[in-house]
């Protein structure tokens, strides 16, 4: 893929990702609560604030979509955010036998995420900390 191919379907990968985690993750923990809803409930404060939390990044990640190249760090952020995220999700999965139904919901979501906006950003993947200008 050449690089204006690339710019353009990480474009479009951050506003998919970005509308999916804003409209996407309470309407799957409704209709797929045993793959996306680690407390079920409609009051339940967990999924609030998770709800809050990615709703947050969703409108980052639109914002972002306009300049992919001025916000490495946040797409490095998502990236690496989301592997650690999943990863803890699949060891809690793999430890108790009632949250199993994650391993086929959110898990891989956030892999999936992840390999996507690193695949189309690999800058990102490489975000080095630089007191340079």
């Known amino acids: 893929m050449d690089s204006a191919n690339r710019q353009r379907s990480l474009t479009w990968a951050l506003r998919a990702f970005g509308l999916l985690f804003i409209l996407g993750v309470y309407p799957l923990t ?9 407390h079920t409930g409609s009051s339940s404060e967990y999924l609030q604030m998770i709800i809050a939390i990615y709703a947050t990044l ?10 992919p190249d001025q916000h490495l ?16 999700m699949a060891a809690q999965s793999l430890g108790n036998t009632h949250h ?21 950003c690999p800058r990102a993947l490489m975000l080095r900390l630089s007191t340079d200008a």
């Open 58 to 67: 969703g409108v980052f990640l639109l914002l972002a979509s306009r300049q």
């Open 100 to 120: 199993i139904g994650h391993l086929y919901g959110d898990v891989p979501a956030l892999f999936i995420a992840a390999a996507v906006l690193g695949w189309l």
């Open 73 to 88: 760090g946040l797409i490095s952020f998502t990236i690496w955010s989301s592997i650690v995220h999943g990863g803890v």
């Open 30 to 38: 409704v209709l797929w609560p045993s793959g996306w809803a680690w």
